[in-house]
């Protein structure tokens, strides 16, 4: 039987938040039975913001923790850190020489870094998506789990793809997005506005997954809302409120629904307290098993270093092919 390959990854820049685990991590727990799975920690596009290389270290190592925490099998999966397998710079480059200034322009998440990092606009930002279309490629993958906001580096990256497949032959399969409509997209507790960022400014937007119970209950408690009073599901005019319900949803599996008629009648108190509960229980297995494989350093460099190796037969399979094809000796 073929399984589908499946790859994604998460920046190493940061800790991780609520947001990845509700939004990816989870999802990708459910998809390792059904399909052949490559997880990366993608600490080469983390150095298109200025890291602490300390830092950057550690939190490379804390989201090998958490996705092993979180159910990631390291047994079922193929779970790598990007700069360990060599190919990723080596094809990025290539592809970077088929990627147009103008495509790569018009990137979203290049204007809003920039904005974010105006004494910093690197030559890295710009191509990142280059290097993201070749952690993709270089395993043929059919499909890559992300949020809402990398969909445009995907369309560049089956752009790129189906370019480079037009001038030298089938090289690359043609990713697909995989959305799921049902995967929460986690928004800030402050700003229901955005995204729940691991970069937010605000420290109380944010669930960091290391975040101790009282301090998630904190935060929830804090979370803005509006002044109806009323546990209903409007994502447009009650922000807030449809961020906490969209938590609780999928944390619980309860729909928007039975959530409305949970809550009839009830308060915001009471409401924000069940869903920091709910929070605090479904992350407290995880945090347990993260601080134990922490500390485990040996463990981790077991799991990293098979990963790399397991990666990268695929990954020079793909790319000795495209050099080949290029004229590159
Ligand atoms: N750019 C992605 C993000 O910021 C991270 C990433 C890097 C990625 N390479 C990838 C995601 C390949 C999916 C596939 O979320």
Redesign the pocket.
């Known amino acids: 039987m073929n399984k589908k390959i499946v790859?994604?990854?998460?920046?190493a820049t940061g800790r991780l938040t609520l947001g990845n685990y509700l939004g990816a991590i989870n999802n990708w727990v459910k998809m390792q039975e059904e399909y052949d799975c490559y997880y990366?920690i993608?600490n080469l596009?983390s150095l298109t913001v200025r890291n602490n290389p300390e830092d950057l270290k550690n939190n490379t190592l804390k989201i090998l923790a958490i996705y092993i925490a979180a159910g990631l099998d390291p047994e079922k999966n193929t779970i790598f850190i990007q700069s360990q397998v060599k190919e990723h710079s080596e094809l990025g480059w290539i592809l970077d020489c088929y990627t147009y200034m103008g495509e790569l322009s018009r990137m979203t998440q290049f204007k809003d870094k920039s904005i974010k990092h105006a004494d910093n606009i690197n030559a890295g930002l710009f191509t990142y998506p280059a290097l993201?279309a070749a952690?993709?490629l270089l395993y043929q993958a059919n499909l890559?789990p992300?949020?809402e906001d990398?969909r445009q580096?995907l369309e560049i990256t089956r752009d790129i793809a189906e370019r480079f497949n037009k001038l030298y032959g089938k090289t690359f399969v043609i990713p697909d997005a995989y959305v799921k409509k049902e995967s929460a997209r986690v928004m800030g507790l402050q700003n229901p506005e955005s995204k729940m960022s691991k970069s937010a400014t605000n420290i109380n937007d944010v669930i960091f997954l290391e975040d101790a119970p009282e301090v998630i209950l904190k935060k929830f408690k804090k979370a803005v809302t509006d002044s109806e009073n009323k546990i209903r599901f409007e994502p447009i005019q009650k922000p807030g409120v449809s961020n906490l319900m969209q938590i609780y949803s999928s944390v619980t599996g309860k729909t928007m629904s039975d959530i409305e008629k949970e809550f009839e009648g009830k308060g915001y108190g009471d409401f924000k307290i069940t869903v920091a509960n709910s929070v605090i229980e479904k992350l407290k297995p995880i945090q347990d098993k993260y601080q134990s494989i922490l500390n485990n350093q040996e463990y981790l460099e077991k799991i990293y270093t098979k990963g790399a190796e397991n990666a990268r037969k695929v990954a020079a399979k793909t790319l000795n092919d495209v050099k080949h094809k290029i004229g590159i000796l």
């Open positions: 790859l994604s990854g998460i920046q990366m993608a596009h993201m952690d993709i890559v992300v949020g990398q580096h």
